[in-house]
């Protein structure tokens, strides 16, 4: 399993406002643009992400797993996609604008007595080829 470094910046975007064929590109080794609106998620703590690599009947599939707490509310009934930026400056998308889509779990907790606030914790699993996508937005 591989993990990304240190997460410092993750937006969303709208799944149906990416362009089409990014697999594809990824793929190839062509250069993927994110030129559709990205829309900040302030995250509290650290966010992590994992890709582990698995080859099935001749065929490589990719799973990643975005994990990031938010006092934020995402647009959680739309089909999103999402955007992040590691400590070294790289960009990397997750989801394209055709199925499958990144699944979103959704976890909410109060918070602690202490004076923490309250936060929810998302999950966002993603499989495809190529799951994890070399990108500039």
């Known amino acids: 399993m591989q993990r990304l470094p240190g997460i410092i910046n993750i937006y969303y975007v709208l799944a149906s406002s990416l362009m089409a064929s990014i697999t594809q ?7 993927v643009g994110v030129f559709a609106d990205t829309f900040l ?10 890709m582990e690599t698995q080859f099935d009947n ?3 599939l990719e799973k990643v797993k975005l994990s990031f707490s938010t006092t934020s509310q995402l647009p959680a009934r739309e089909h999103l ?7 070294d400056g790289k960009q990397y998308l997750i989801g ?6 990144p699944v ?3 976890d909410d ?8 606030s309250a ?3 998302y999950t966002i699993s993603y499989t495809n080829k190529v799951a994890l996508v070399p990108c500039t937005a």
């Not at 998620?41 to 994992?50: L, S, T």
């Not at 996609?81 to 400590?87: G, N």
């Open 25 to 31: 590109k990824a793929l190839a080794d062509a250069p």
């Open 41 to 50: 998620i302030p995250h509290i703590g650290d966010a992590v992400c994992e």
């Open 58 to 60: 001749n065929d490589t």
């Open 81 to 87: 996609a999402f955007v992040i930026q590691t400590v």
């Open 96 to 101: 394209t604008a055709d199925k499958p889509y």
């Open 104 to 106: 979103i779990k959704v």
């Open 109 to 116: 907790s109060t918070g602690k007595v202490d004076g923490d």
């Open 119 to 121: 936060a929810t914790k």
